[in-house]
């Protein structure tokens, strides 16, 4: 794990596939889609965000030169409006529409990432 506190290289690709995913286009995803599944859009949106806070605050924490709960703020408040940026960016570069939903379980991912990477101590 020591790769994801070396160099800002992983936060940067994991944001870009974020912004690489979130960008597709899904008007072709047929009737059987497993993105058809109830919920399961929203569980994908806390995952990614999740992930993304996670791999940040691994590599924050690793450089941690203010206390560990502004690290965490700051990283919960940046995946967060990234999220949000995110939805806006789909209703008008996208065939995708914007959701409150989507923004708030990206939300959600951030903080358990976030929280994830101050408890796990990859950087020790």
């Known amino acids: ?8 290289g992983p936060g940067l690709l994991w944001t870009a596939m ?3 995913l ?18 399961i859009d929203k569980l994908i949106h806390f995952a990614l965000f999740a992930i993304l806070a996670f791999v940040w605050g691994a590599y924050f924490f690793s450089r941690a030169t203010m206390p560990a709960n502004l690290i965490v ?10 999220g949000m940026g995110m939805e806006y960016y789909q209703q008008y570069f996208t065939n995708r529409s914007f959701s409150y939903w989507d923004g708030l379980a990206d939300a959600i991912g951030s903080v358990a990432g976030a929280w994830a990477a101050k408890k796990k101590p990859l950087w020790k």
């Open 73 to 82: 703020l700051l990283i919960i408040i940046l995946a967060s409006t990234y």
């Open 18 to 20: 974020i912004f690489y």
């Open 22 to 39: 979130l960008s597709m286009d899904t008007s072709g995803a047929g009737e059987f889609s497993l993105l058809k599944v109830y919920g």
């Open 1 to 8: 794990m020591k790769f994801l506190k070396a160099s800002v």
